[in-house]
C-alpha cells in the first residue's frame, strides 16, 4: 500500500539519535533548547516551546491564555479533533463555524459574527498546509481583544506574504507526528513572541512548576514550586535531536512536496474533481494533497475511496467534521451546522504526498485515480 503520508528519515537522522543514546542525558539535555532554538527561529519568533504532542502543545497553549469553565472559543470543524478537544479539557466551549471553500480553512467573516461576550480565542487552522487567513484573522482578534490562536501542525515552513507561519499569531502549534512535515516519532511545539505565554507554557509541560518567581522564599538551590496544574508534557532529547536534523531538511522536503504537487496538477487537471488551490502571496505547506469530488462524482466518494484502497493506493479522508463525532453530539451540536466544511468532508479524498513518494508509485496513483472516472 502507497501512505497517504510518511516520513523521511535518512542515516543522518538516525546518527543524530543514536548520539543522544550514547550521550550523558537523554531527556532533559541540551538539544530540545537547541531545537527550540531553532524552531523559533524559522518561524521568526522570540520563543519556541517544546512539547511531547501536538495536542500537549495546543493544551498548553489554552493554559497559557488562561482559558476556564464557561468561556468561548472560535474554531472550524474541517481539522483533527485534537484541535478543539485541547479546549474542552479546560471547561472552555468550542464553537465552530464554517469554512472558505477553497482552502478548506475558517471563514473569517464567520468568526466575528460568532463573536459573543464569552469569546476569549480563536483557533484557526491551517488546512493541508495553507495557511489560513491570519492576516484578516489578526486584525479581527485585535479589535475584539481575543487571543489568536494557530494550529499549524499541517503548515510548518508555509509563509503568508513572506512571512512565517508561526509568526503570525499569538501562539502557534506544530506537531512532529511522522505524517506531518517534519518528524520528531511524536513531538510538538508552541511558537510566540510573547514573554508571559513563553513562561506558562514551560511551566505547564513540567506539571506546573517553575524554578524562579517563587510565591515562598527561596531556601536553597535545590527549590521548585508548583504553582498552578499542568501535566508532564516533556519532549525528550532523543525526540529533540531527531527534530532538529529533520528541521534543517525542511527546505528540502517542501521542494519536493512542490515537485510532486505540480506533477498531480498537470496529471489530474482534466478530472472532475477540485485540486488544491495556493492563494497569492502563500507557500503552500502541501502536508496534504486534498482533492474534492465534484457534480456527481461527490456523492460517490466512498466507492471511489474503496477501489483506490483496493488497488493498493493508501489514500484517506480529512477530516470527518470534528461536531459529526459521538462525543460532540452528546454534547448537543448538530449535523449542518457548517454546510460548507461538511460538503468539503463529504467529497474529499488525499491523495499520497510525502517527499521519498518516487515517481513510479505517484504515477501508479495517478493511473488508478484516473481509471475511476473512465
Ligand atoms: C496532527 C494534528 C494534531 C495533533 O498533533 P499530535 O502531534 O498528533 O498530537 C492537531 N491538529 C491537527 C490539525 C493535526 O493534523
Known sequence: MIPYARQTLEEDDIQAVVNVLRSDLVTQGPKVEEFERALAKRAGTKHAVAFSHGTAALMGSFFAMGIKPGDEFITTPLTFCATSNA???????????????????????????????????????????HPADLTRLREIAKKHNLVLIDDAMHALGATLDGKPVGSLADMTTFSFHPVKPICAGEGGAVTTDNDEYARRLRAFRLHGIVKEDFVNPSPGAWYYEMQELGLNAKLTDI??????????????????????????HGALAGLPVHLPVT???????????????????????????????????????????VHHHPYYQKLGYMKGECPKAEAFFASEISLPLFPSLSDADQDKVINEFTKLFS
Open 279 to 321: 492563494r497569492p502571496g502563500v507557500r503552500h505547506g502541501l502536508h496534504l494533497f486534498a482533492v474534492r469530488l465534484t457534480g456527481e462524482w461527490a456523492s460517490k466518494r466512498d466507492e471511489l475511496f474503496t477501489k483506490l484502497r483496493e488497488a493498493g493506493i493508501g489514500v484517506q479522508v480529512h477530516y470527518i467534521p
Open 87 to 129: 479546549g474542552l479539557w479546560f471547561g472552555a466551549k468550542p464553537v465552530f463555524v464554517d469554512i472558505e471553500e477553497d482552502t478548506g480553512t475558517i471563514d473569517p467573516s464567520a468568526v466575528e459574527a460568532a463573536i459573543t461576550s464569552k469569546t476569549k480565542a480563536i483557533v484557526a487552522v491551517d488546512y493541508g498546509g
Open 239 to 264: 525526540q529533540s535531536a531527531l527534530g532538529l536534523s529533520q528541521l534543517g531538511k525542511l527546505d528540502r522536503f517542501l521542494e519536493a512536496r512542490e515537485r510532486l504537487a505540480m506533477r498531480y
